[in-house]
Structure formats: structure tokens, C-alpha cells
């Protein structure tokens, strides 16, 4: 009789995802043992809390209407990085003026904290900000998914989503993602509990970043969803109302000006990194010295809303399985064709994320993707400049911010394709 072959293990895929989570931790000690413990605020970390901190602190010496103005902001933020003793001109770059185009009421916070000093301010912001998305989440399982199991499930997913790129990221520059998440979930929760007021209300709070509303809005109105478009407007009218009364017609329109001046490509807006559709034809045309790069952008954007159109054709009912897909793949489309989108922006994606990972809506690759591809991108640059640098003298450090960035634009296209399928299987059925 013939013996049969041993046939080895196969290696399983969580396995893979676990030995590929390992390095992934091991990466980011050493990234904080870099930024956070040899390194120094602003260059390093914390350079989005200062303009907020500045902010904050003009409010409280001048008034609101006075946070847009950017001679001021410069004045505040040179002051307090020579206090401690940063240099902000150097042979090779110089200081920017990082300014808040906020409405004025997302600024009250930062009055408080900029009572503190700036450091501890900062580190003050980043754990509460850590504890409050941790304990959201928590939250959100919890109520969406009160199974035992299931919440356990969720508990090992909050795990990557917190070493993703787009969640460091966020903490790591001090930006206002949290409240994106929290509004996010807020916005899914109170839709699946047929309270699409309230989930409109939640919606309202997404103004801290206008630019990530401009498809939901007039998709809302084409599903007819009249009453989450109303709960928006009450809530809209909050926020700017108090904005209003804070900043006054003044400072209402030099907030109008400085979002044209960002527009115009403020230097601090650091298009080049975003992950838009802008961000790529802007790359291109620097990279190979053409203007080529703008009609890939607006064939792109093209595409995507082509893209767009097939996942909202058909309108699901507000609150189903198939709503929650529908807006993931509009939020993803977002944040591709916006003017501004940033890394940290795609937080927002986060709830609908562990929403369809756990209902098993999407495959557990789908959710792999969204944390593991743009950290192993990133991972792969950095030594790879490494090496570049000590082997061949050769800095290609600005094209690091190109990958990174491709990488996390790549991921929301793909996921805005993974739901428009995953939509067209579900009404099929």
C-alpha cells in the first residue's frame, strides 16, 4: 500500500493577519520612540493642535471673530514654538501659518485647553480624545450588536482599527476625527433604530468637516429621507447660529475667505498628501512635469460619480442592511472627489466599517484592507528611503507622501466598488 504523503500545514489567513499585526505593532513603537520620545512637538507631532490651541487662544484674548485672522495666528504660534525653544527658520523650510477653518463654535474647547501650557495641552487633548473613541466604540457594540459573541468579535476588531494609519494619524497631529466617528455611528445607529430625526441631528455634527457632506446631502434628499434632512437642518442651524453669535459678521466672512484661500492651495493644506482625486493630478503633474495630471483627475472624478450613480439608483429602505452599505459607499466616494481630504478624514468610515464587517456584509479581506494596506505601504517607504539614503546618498522622502497617500485613496475607491456589488447582490436576492 502506498503511503500517504504528509501534506504541511496550510498557513492559515489569521495567522497571517495576526504575524502582519505583530510587525505592525513592533513598527509603531518605534515610530513613537521616534516622534513622541526623540522627537520634538510641531516638527514631529502635535502640529494640527497648535493651530487649534492658537485659536483658542486668541478667542480668549480678542474675541472670536478675531481666530481667522492669520497675522495673529502667526504671532500666537511663533510665540509659543520659541518658547520652547523651536527653531522656524532653518536652511531648508521655514514656518507656515496653520490656520482653523472652523466655524467658531469647534473652537470653544481649545479656549479652555489653551489656558494650558501647549505641550501638555496637546497630550492632555490626545488622551481624552483616545479614551472617547474607545469608549464610543465600545458603546456602539454594545447597542448595535448586543450578541455575546458578536461583541466579542467586534472587541478584536477595535484592536486594528486603532493601529490603522488614518487612526494614528489623527492622534499624532491632534486633528478632530473623533467627533466624525461619533457622529458617524450616531447617525447608523439611530437610522436602524427608526429614529431618522435624531439620526439627521447627528448628521448636522459632520459641519466640523463641510466638505465630507457634499454627496450625502443631496443623496438624502433624492432617497427622500425627509426626516434625517430635517434633524440636519435643526442641528445646522444650532452650530451656525452659534457660530454667528461668536464670530459675528466679521469674523463669519473672514471665515468665507479663508476657505477660499485654501482653495487657492494654502500652503498647510498639503494637497499632495491628501487622498482625493485632486491629490493624484497634482502629483502627476509635478512628478513628470505635465498638466496631464487634471484630466486624469476629472476622468476620475467622472468615474467615481458614474460609480456613485449605480449604488444610489435604487433606493433602499432607511435603517436596512442595504442603507448602511449605500452610505459607507457614498462617504467613500466623498472622500475621494472632496476638495480636502486628509488621511485622518476617512475615520468617518469607521462605523460602517465594523457595522458591515460584522453583519457579515462585506469580507473580513474588505475590513483587512482598510487597516493593513496603507500601513504596510507605509512601512515599505520608510525603509525603503532608509536604505535609498545609506546606500545611495539619495533622499526620496517627498515621494513618501505620494504612496502613503495613493495607497489610502486606492482602498476608498475599492470599497466604494466593493459596495456597489455588494448592494446589487443584495436587492437581487
Not at 305 to 320: D, E, I, Q
Request: hydrophobic share 55%; proline share 4%; net charge positive.
Amino acid at each position: 500500500m502506498r503511503k500517504n504523503k504528509k501534506v504541511p500545514p496550510k498557513f492559515k489567513p489569521i495567522a497571517a493577519k495576526v504575524l502582519l499585526f505583530i510587525i505592525l505593532v513592533c513598527f509603531y513603537l518605534l515610530v513613537v520612540n521616534k516622534w513622541f520620545i526623540k522627537g520634538s512637538f510641531y516638527s514631529e507631532y502635535g502640529a494640527d493642535y497648535l493651530a487649534y490651541w492658537s485659536a483658542g487662544k486668541i478667542a480668549d484674548q480678542y474675541g472670536y471673530t478675531e481666530i481667522y485672522n492669520l497675522d495673529k495666528l502667526e504671532t500666537e504660534q511663533v510665540q509659543a514654538l520659541e518658547s520652547l525653544g523651536i527653531p522656524l527658520e532653518t536652511e531648508d523650510s521655514s514656518f507656515s501659518i496653520l490656520p482653523v477653518a472652523y466655524f467658531s463654535v469647534f473652537v470653544v474647547p481649545f479656549q479652555i485647553l489653551s489656558k494650558m501650557d501647549l505641550v501638555r495641552g496637546y497630550w492632555l487633548w490626545t488622551v481624552l480624545n483616545f479614551i472617547l473613541m474607545t469608549g464610543y466604540l465600545l458603546y456602539f457594540l454594545r447597542s448595535v450588536f448586543p450578541e455575546k459573541d458578536l461583541f466579542q468579535k467586534g472587541l478584536l476588531l477595535i484592536v486594528p482599527i486603532l493601529f490603522s494609519y488614518t487612526v494614528i494619524s489623527n492622534f499624532a497631529i491632534g486633528q478632530v476625527e473623533v467627533l466624525l466617528v461619533i457622529c458617524a455611528g450616531e447617525f447608523i445607529r439611530n437610522a436602524l433604530n427608526k429614529k431618522p430625526f435624531i439620526s439627521g441631528l447627528w448628521l448636522g455634527g459632520m459641519l466640523i468637516k463641510p466638505q465630507v457632506l457634499i454627496l450625502i446631502l443631496p443623496i438624502i434628499l433624492i432617497m427622500r429621507n425627509w426626516k434625517v434632512f430635517k434633524g440636519f437642518l435643526v442641528t445646522s442651524a444650532v452650530l451656525l447660529g452659534a457660530s454667528f453669535i461668536l464670530s459675528g459678521f466679521e469674523g463669519t466672512k473672514a471665515l468665507i475667505n479663508l476657505w477660499t484661500v485654501y482653495s487657492e492651495g494654502l500652503s498647510t493644506g498639503h494637497p499632495e498628501a491628501m487622498i482625493n482625486w485632486r491629490m493624484v493630478g497634482l502629483n502627476l503633474n509635478q512628478i513628470f512635469n505635465i498638466r496631464l495630471g487634471w484630466v486624469i483627475t476629472t476622468v476620475g472624478i467622472a468615474l467615481t460619480a458614474l460609480a456613485l450613480y449605480f449604488l444610489v439608483r435604487r433606493t433602499p429602505p432607511l435603517g436596512s442592511a442595504a442603507w448602511v452599505m449605500t452610505m459607507l459607499g457614498i462617504f467613500s466616494a466623498t472622500l475621494a472627489i472632496t476638495w480636502h481630504a486628509h488621511h485622518h478624514m476617512g475615520m468617518v468610515l469607521i462605523p460602517f466599517l465594523l457595522y458591515a464587517s460584522l453583519k457579515k456584509l462585506i469580507p473580513d479581506n474588505v475590513f483587512a484592507s482598510w487597516w493593513l494596506v496603507t500601513n504596510i505601504v507605509w512601512i515599505l517607504v520608510v525603509i525603503t528611503n532608509g536604505l535609498v539614503n545609506i546606500y545611495l546618498g539619495l533622499d526620496i522622502s517627498e515621494y513618501i507622501d505620494f504612496a502613503v497617500a495613493f495607497s489610502g485613496f486606492a482602498v476608498n475607491l475599492f470599497l466604494l466598488l466593493v459596495m456597489v456589488k455588494t448592494k446589487k447582490s443584495m436587492i437581487s436576492k
